[in-house]
């Protein structure tokens, strides 16, 4: 049997205590526990007998290992600091970690690129005439999988994730599962997006099976983001839409941005009450409040000031300053 088995720390208790407060909430929180009682071995092996996170232990488990990617470091430092957070809220002592290196990670630098409607239309004509391959799929998913993102506003691996028994061809419907911060949500598509997502299915999923990924390769596994952005970046080229490198975009995800600045100039025009329409958008996109919408305005600002200004006019006790 492993040591991380038998092993029992300090906080193995307040740690199961946590992650059982965190499922009754709606979270997996599977691979958070498994960090978590990484770290309950981690203080036994330091000979930490008392659960008092202190800073000293804090800081020393939220430093970066040698060989660490990113990603894991962020993982375990965030799941450390979730769960200060719940011990200080149950009234025991605990420091808060703050990692410095990787909260400056956090403060990207990318400002979001939002498509004119004119480079919308480009970039379309751009996926239409991807030449056939008998050797890859792209020439068939790419106009689909374009358009389904800047019509929905899906982020691409909620679109990449989608499988048949997603789709409900009659009624419009997509049912997203488990997208990020583990929510699903139902996703309403317009009769155009509709028409093109049956065309599709009808040619590339002949059998329908219900199991099967929407967007496939000629294997028919499927699809990886990397091979989407790879295709994207030409995509842009042929558009006549300049690319700073990877890393400044324009991004693919940038077609959710422009979808939700789009989808607020157009209620805009025809005077729909954006007070009304912020919280449904809010929902559409799979967002966790109205402030985390609200960053699309405060991004679009000088592409779309009219919209920044109504919207301000209309929600902005809802909406929160954004600093720079």
Partial sequence: MSMAATTIGPFHHLINEFVNFKRSTGYKYEKEHSILNHFDKYCFERSVTKPLLTKEIADAWCEKHLYEEPRANDQRVTALRQFAFYLTSMGHEAYI?????????????????????EEIERIFESCDKIYPNRRSTMHLVMPVLVRLLYSTGLRIMEALHLRLKDLDLTEGILRIEHAKFDKDRLVPVSASMLEILRQYCNVMHPLCLPDEYLFVGI???????HNIYIRFREVLLQARIPHAGRGNGPRIHDLRHTFACHTLQRADQQSVDLYAMLPVLSTYLGHESIAATSLYLRMTAEVYPRITDAVNAACSHVIPE???
């Fill in 97 to 117: 970690p703050i990692h410095l290196e990787n909260r400056r990670s956090h403060k990207s630098k990318y400002t979001a690129y939002i498509f004119t409607h």
């Fill in 219 to 225: 294997t028919r596994q499927s699809l990886g983001h």
């Fill in 322 to 324: 954004v600093g720079v």
